[in-house]
């Protein structure tokens, strides 16, 4: 069992910057390959960045140069920096596990123009 919980979300005005961070617990196991999706009202699920176990990490073209995903074994915590913030970033954001596909409940960005 996995446990993840997002926080960090909120309003920003176009431009700015935002950091989500997701605290997980229980399995570890399950916490090798860790994402970052979001999913916007009226939309589909998009991922928005992967870290690997060897400490590769993957971007959607939508936030390639504006968004950092990191992991802290140590600290149990999966984080993402988001610069240059966009209307179209406005989306609830969620921490999940590649193995078994956990996810979190999600917190909210909300980006204004």
């Known amino acids: 069992q996995v446990h993840l919980v997002e926080s960090g979300g909120g309003l920003v005005q176009a431009g700015g910057s935002l950091s989500l961070s997701c605290a997980f617990s229980?399995?570890?196991?399950?916490?090798?390959?860790m994402n970052w999706y979001r999913q916007a009202q009226g939309k589909g699920r998009e991922l928005v960045a992967t870290?690997?176990?060897?400490?590769?990490?993957d971007y959607a073209d939508s936030v390639k140069g504006r968004a950092t995903i990191s992991k802290d074994n140590v600290q149990k915590t999966l984080s993402l920096q988001m610069n240059s913030l966009k209307p179209e970033d406005t989306a609830v954001y969620f921490c999940?596990?590649?193995?078994?596909?956990?996810w979190g409940q999600g917190t909210q960005v909300t980006v204004s123009s």
């Open positions: 999940t596990t590649s193995v078994y596909d956990y």
């Open positions: 229980g399995d570890t196991g399950c916490m090798s390959d």
């Open positions: 870290v690997f176990t060897s400490g590769i990490t």
